[in-house]
Structures are given as structure tokens and as C-alpha cells.
């Protein structure tokens, strides 16, 4: 059981590439997220799929874009990379009710020059 | 909207010290109450949970009590270890399947 897993770890980019990071949970959870984390900033959520087959905007969805490939996975892509998406994102999931944990991922760390 | 307001780092305490992290929130309706806990280099984990009013989430030696006429939820540990070193983050979730809401995260050092 490995829980929520992320690929890749590290990644860096020059301004304007594009690129895709893969997340995929093995515990059967309706709902997935994605969210950046910036010093001083705290986590922001970037976008979610509260079920297969649905994705939402979160706070900050601008420059990305987000496939709920099937229930286990969720990518999230950046097609024109900037240096302010210069970051660490970590995806989640979790079971549909309003008391359930939400389990991470260990994060990929994004540098964007 | 909601949001979770939660006292402004860093901490820095010496071994075995008594610890408070407040945490305050604004929700509607009955929302759940959750404390995460980031170590360096790593994603969050769930250190504890409350569910409704009144009740008190434990694990490790901390603990939090769901507060909801203060609306709080402040985490406390009566003696900390160096290996507690690490962000800890308070959060609320009030819709199913929805968004959970973060507050900006502690840094909490602990010094031998």
C-alpha cells in the first residue's frame, strides 16, 4: 500500500517548457487535489476533482491545467512555465465525507529559471 | 468563506517544554478540525482529528479540544522532543468531498 505517490521529485525547467507531474493513490479515495506550497505562503490549492470525471479551480489555477485520468490519477500540467511557478507541489486525496483525512504526497520540487 | 487563522512563527522551545500552537477558525455550519504535521523534506501527515464540538483529538502526546463556542482548536503537548521539530498546520473541512481550509502553518524547533 503506497499511498499517494508523486513523479517526479525534482524537476527543473527554463522559462516557457511545458511539463506534466503525475500523481496516483492506491486507496480508492473519490477525491484528489493538487497544491503548491511557497514560503510564508502556507499551502495553496491549485485545482481539484472532488470525483472521476470532475475537476474545479482552486485559489490559484492560473497557468495550470489538471486531468482526472481515471479514479487512481491526477495530473496536473504546466504548459508554459514561468519562474513564479518556481515551487513545491504536492498532491492529495482523500474519502468523500466531510471527516476524512486528507493523505499527501511526498512533493515534487519545481525550479523554474 | 471560511478561514484558519493560526498563531504566527517560529517557536522555538527547549527540550520538554510545554507547547501551544493556538488556532482559530471561521466556518459555517459543523465543520471538522484537523491538525497536520510536516516534517523537512516530507509531505503532510495527519497528527489529529476532531468531528464535532467537545470532542479532544490525541496522538503522540498531542492533543487539541474542538472549541466551538471560542471557535478554536489549539494544539498542545506537555513535553516536547527534539524529533517534534517540524510545521504543523491546522485545517477545517465542512463539505463533503470538498476543499479543506489551511491555516499558514507554525515552524516549531526544539532545542536539546
Known amino acids: 500500500n503506497a499511498g499517494v505517490t508523486q513523479t517526479p521529485k525534482f524537476q527543473v525547467l527554463k522559462t516557457g517548457q511545458s511539463m506534466t507531474l503525475q500523481c496516483a493513490q492506491d486507496m480508492n479515495h473519490n477525491s484528489m487535489y493538487w497544491y503548491r506550497q511557497d514560503p510564508g505562503m502556507g499551502l495553496r490549492l491549485i485545482y481539484y476533482?472532488?470525483?472521476?470525471?470532475?475537476?474545479d479551480k482552486g485559489e490559484v489555477p492560473n497557468g495550470y491545467n489538471v486531468s482526472r485520468l481515471n479514479k487512481r490519477e491526477f495530473s496536473l500540467r504546466l504548459e508554459s512555465a514561468a519562474p513564479s511557478q518556481t515551487s513545491v507541489y504536492f498532491c492529495?486525496?482523500?474519502?468523500?465525507?466531510?471527516?476524512?483525512?486528507?493523505?499527501f504526497g511526498p512533493g515534487t520540487r519545481l525550479l523554474v529559471l | 468563506g471560511n478561514s484558519v487563522t493560526q498563531m504566527e512563527g517560529p517557536v522555538t522551545l527547549s527540550e520538554e517544554a510545554f507547547l501551544t500552537i493556538n488556532c482559530t477558525y471561521t466556518a459555517t455550519g459543523y465543520p471538522s478540525l484537523f491538525w497536520y504535521v510536516q516534517y523537512p523534506g516530507e509531505g503532510l501527515q495527519l497528527l489529529l482529528k476532531?468531528?464535532?464540538?467537545?470532542d479532544k483529538g490525541s496522538n503522540k502526546g498531542f492533543e487539541a479540544t474542538y472549541r466551538k463556542e471560542t471557535t478554536s482548536f489549539h494544539l498542545e503537548k506537555g513535553s516536547v522532543q527534539v524529533s517534534d521539530s517540524a510545521v504543523y498546520f491546522c485545517a477545517l473541512r465542512n463539505t463533503n468531498a470538498g476543499k479543506s481550509t489551511f491555516g499558514d502553518g507554525t515552524t516549531l524547533t526544539v532545542k536539546p
Open positions: 476533482s472532488a470525483s472521476e470525471g470532475t475537476t
Open positions: 476532531a468531528t464535532k464540538a467537545d
Open positions: 492529495a486525496s482523500s474519502g468523500g465525507g466531510q471527516k476524512e483525512t486528507q493523505y
